[in-house]
T-cell receptor, first 112, second 116 residues
């Protein structure tokens, strides 16, 4: 079946540096992806999404890149802050009755 | 204040006991979902519902049951048949998926279930 995987379970960065979190997916037909941020003990929060007709989408301090050729997407966080410390999930939102396929998550730690 | 409310925040289950987790949303969303999250893991879908009085099994439905009698409510019962219920349970809702609609799911704060 389809799957979504993250390249690294943990990532540690210095405050002020840029962070890059990677995600791979298996379904070539997938056309819509969502990134979520989950702080400890809380539910996931929507960060940004991207459709497959785009290669790049920017939000506030975040950018998502999509490479359909190699079925890979990444979330870039500029000038990482302590408040960015959380687990980040990518989700394949290809329309299969509304089901999302989540990756395992990458835990981002920001060192002061 | 719109959103998804899950209760209780913490819940303890005794052996052989059924427990029910509450999920209420005031976002006027048609679709609702229940996920289970184990430590260090991603989210796994238990059940989902796209319309009142209808629901479908997700990937790990065994030992769980749901009902959808009202659009805003989607309670999850963890039955005694679920032998390893300790986990973090998350409820989500979205607009009805289909066509070009963006299936962004919005999550509640979760219920942490432990076995006594």
């Amino acid at each position: 079946g389809e799957s979504v995987g993250l390249h690294l379970p943990t990532l540690s960065v210095q405050e002020g540096d840029n962070s890059i979190i990677n995600c791979a997916y298996s379904n070539s037909a997938s056309d819509y992806f969502i990134w979520y941020k989950q702080e400890s003990g809380k539910g996931p929060q929507f960060i940004i999404d991207i459709r497959s007709n785009m290669d790049k989408r920017q939000g506030q301090r975040v950018t998502v890149l999509l490479n359909k050729t190699v079925k890979h997407l990444s979330l870039q966080i500029a000038a990482t802050q302590p408040g960015d410390s959380a687990v980040y999930f990518c989700a394949d939102a290809y329309n299969q009755g509304g089901k999302l396929i989540f990756g395992q998550g990458t835990e981002l730690s920001v060192k002061p | 204040d719109g959103g998804i409310t899950q209760s209780p925040k913490y819940l303890f289950r005794k052996e052989g006991q059924n427990v029910t987790l509450s999920c209420e949303q005031n976002l006027n969303h048609d679709a609702m979902y229940w996920y289970r999250q184990d430590p260090g893991q991603g989210l796994r879908l238990i059940y989902y519902s796209q319309i009142v009085n209808d629901f479908q099994k997700g990937d790990i439905a065994e030992g769980y049951s749901v009902s959808r009698e009202k659009k805003e409510s989607f309670p999850l019962t963890v039955t005694s048949a679920q032998k390893n219920p300790t986990a973090f349970y998350l409820c989500a809702s979205s607009i009805l998926p289909g066509g070009r609609a963006k299936n962004i799911q919005y999550f509640g704060a979760g219920t942490r279930l432990s076995v006594l």
